[in-house]
C-alpha cells in the first residue's frame, strides 16, 4: 500500500485525510459530457438495462462491430455474419443487412404497419429533405400510416 501512495493522483491527494463518499470521489474523477436530449428515450424507470444500454451503443457507434475492430489494428475479416455479403458495421447491422431489414420489417407488421422498410427510410430521409429545404412536411404520426 505504501509503495502505491507517490502513484495517487492529484485529485485524490485533497481526500487524504478526510472522510470521503463514494459519490465525492466519483465527482471528483468523472468527466461530465455534453447532456444527450434522447436519454429519455433509453433511460426511464422499469426499463430493460441490456435493451437501453445496446441502443446507447448504436446511437454512438460504440459496439465492437468488426469494423471498429480493425479500426483498433484487430486483424479480422470484416464480413458481416448475418449475409456474408457486406462490412459489419453498427448501420449495416441494424438497418442495412437483408437480414436486418427481414427483422425490422416483421416488428412493423406486429406493429400493424405495412410498409417496407427501405420505404420508410426513405420517406424519413424525404422528410428531413422536406424541413431543410424549408417545404411543407408530414408529422411522424402521418409519415407511419402514409402509404
Ligand atoms: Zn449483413
Known amino acids: 500500500m505504501l509503495k502505491l501512495k507517490p502513484l495517487v493522483p492529484a485529485t485524490f491527494q485533497q481526500f487524504a485525510n478526510a472522510k470521503v463518499s463514494t459519490s465525492q470521489l466519483w465527482e471528483a474523477i468523472r468527466t461530465r459530457g455534453v447532456k444527450v436530449e434522447c436519454q429519455c428515450l433509453l433511460w426511464f424507470p422499469l426499463h430493460i438495462p441490456k435493451h437501453s444500454?445496446?441502443?446507447?451503443?448504436?446511437?454512438?457507434?460504440?459496439l465492437p462491430t468488426r469494423d471498429r475492430l480493425l479500426a483498433f489494428g484487430i486483424s479480422i475479416d470484416t464480413c458481416c455474419?448475418?449475409?456474408?455479403?457486406?462490412?459489419?458495421?453498427?448501420?449495416?447491422?441494424?438497418?442495412?443487412c437483408s437480414f436486418s431489414r427481414k427483422v425490422w420489417?416483421?416488428?412493423?407488421?406486429?406493429?400493424?404497419?405495412?410498409?417496407?422498410?427501405?420505404?420508410?427510410?426513405?420517406?424519413?430521409?424525404?422528410?428531413?429533405?422536406?424541413?431543410?429545404?424549408?417545404?411543407?412536411f408530414l408529422t411522424e404520426d402521418a409519415v407511419l400510416v402514409q402509404d
Open 53 to 62: 444500454l445496446i441502443a446507447w451503443m448504436v446511437i454512438f457507434n460504440r
Open 105 to 136: 420489417q416483421s416488428i412493423l407488421c406486429l406493429c400493424s404497419i405495412y410498409r417496407a422498410v427501405r420505404t420508410c427510410r426513405q420517406e424519413l430521409w424525404i422528410q428531413r429533405n422536406k424541413r431543410y429545404f424549408g417545404a411543407s
Open 81 to 96: 455474419f448475418f449475409c456474408m455479403d457486406a462490412a459489419e458495421k453498427c448501420d449495416h447491422i441494424f438497418f442495412e
